[in-house]
């Protein structure tokens, strides 16, 4: 009995080795002829294969949330890519890449841009929030006049707008502000010098000035005339009648009103002393005490007081003497 039972197990010893090496023989031809990889599926379609799971599902994620171009915010993909593990013929490639661009064929882009808005309406679109913001606040140096109506609207769409450049973008966003309309004013205010005191000399004024009018010069500084008792203090631009006068400079008005031989006269005091003449005018638009900016409008030429056509009398006065204005112009 305990003979049978020996002889019995060498038997299943022997079976039970076979098997053992059976199994190590296959397992060897297996994974010599397959190696362990990933088959991909998308919405239940098998795409293909791939060794790095980890990797082709970050490469994804990555395009989902960034995209792969300059305006392109994120994609959206229905159909993420499902795993299963499974051995693959070695001689048999993955196609990481294939099935990268299955997903992008899939994915629907989202374009992020600005669109500066009139009111309700989308007027313009740009790239970026800065090239925005630029147009805006040209638009504000400007004074447009819709300025307060204008905003930036970020924007996520699946089409790309037409992107107009700063220039464009400003012209045709731009509605011309209302004109300021001037009141003459005749009155006279202030107090101004009106001594003939003249110096062919040129001191420095600190500062630039502008030539108030574009026109023919008819008299020049230092001239004589039969018309004036001393010599010109002055220069005379001539011009048609009603031209916009423009400060020469920034300053305060001094004097404003009519002047004897000057007509209607404004005076503007600037800094270091220096005072500048507009005579002649037929129309004055500020008063004593009103501050007014380089090349903003001040009168309008005239003929008025001691004149014989329409046309600007110019005066620069440093500490009440008077030097020739083509020195500075």
């Known amino acids: 009995m305990f003979k049978k039972l020996l ?13 053992i090496l059976a199994g190590i ?3 060897v031809i297996v994974f010599a002829s397959y190696k362990t990889t990933y088959s991909v599926f998308i919405n239940g379609e098998q795409v293909g294969y791939t060794n790095d799971k980890s990797d082709l599902q970050s490469r994804i994620n990555e395009y989902i949330e960034n995209g792969d171009g300059e305006q392109v915010a994120f994609v959206q993909v229905q ?7 499974c051995l693959l013929k070695r001689n048999e490639e993955t196609n990481d890449d294939e099935i990268f661009e299955k997903v992008k064929a899939e994915g629907i882009k989202y374009y992020r841009y600005y669109s500066i808005m009139d009111g309700e309406e989308e007027k313009v679109y740009v790239k970026s929030f800065d090239e925005a913001e630029k147009i805006i606040s040209d638009l504000k140096d400007k004074k447009s006049k819709n300025i307060d109506d204008l905003k930036i ?7 790309l707008k037409d992107f107009m450049g700063e220039e ?4 045709e966003l731009f509605v011309e502000p209302p004109k300021v309309v001037k009141v003459a004013s005749y009155t006279s205010t202030g107090y101004v010098n009106t001594a003939t005191t003249s110096d062919w000399g040129a001191p420095e004024l600190g500062f630039s000035i502008i030539q108030p009018v574009s026109g023919i ?9 039969s018309l004036r008792v001393s010599t010109h203090t002055g220069l005379d631009l001539a011009t048609s009648s009603g031209t916009p006068i423009a400060a020469a400079a920034s300053g305060t008005v001094t004097f404003s009103g009519w002047k004897g031989s000057y007509g209607n006269l404004i005076v503007i005091t600037h800094e270091n002393g220096v005072q500048t003449y507009y005579g002649h005018c037929s129309a004055l638009y500020c008063e004593a005490g009103e501050t007014v900016s380089q090349g903003e409008t001040i009168a309008a030429v005239g003929s008025t007081g001691n004149s014989t056509g329409p046309h600007l009398h110019f005066e620069v006065r440093v500490d009440g003497v008077a030097y020739n204005p083509e020195n500075y112009l």
């Not at 159909?79 to 593990?85: A, C, F, I, K, V």
């Not at 609207?153 to 089409?159: A, G, L, P």
């Open 168 to 171: 464009a973008a400003v012209a």
């Open 79 to 85: 159909n993420m890519p499902q795993y299963e593990s």
């Open 153 to 159: 609207v970020e924007k996520y769409e699946t089409e």
């Open 7 to 19: 002889i019995h197990t060498r038997r299943s010893f022997k079976i039970t080795n076979l098997i």
């Open 217 to 225: 010069i008819t008299s020049r500084f230092g001239a004589r005339s």
């Open 25 to 27: 023989i296959i397992c």
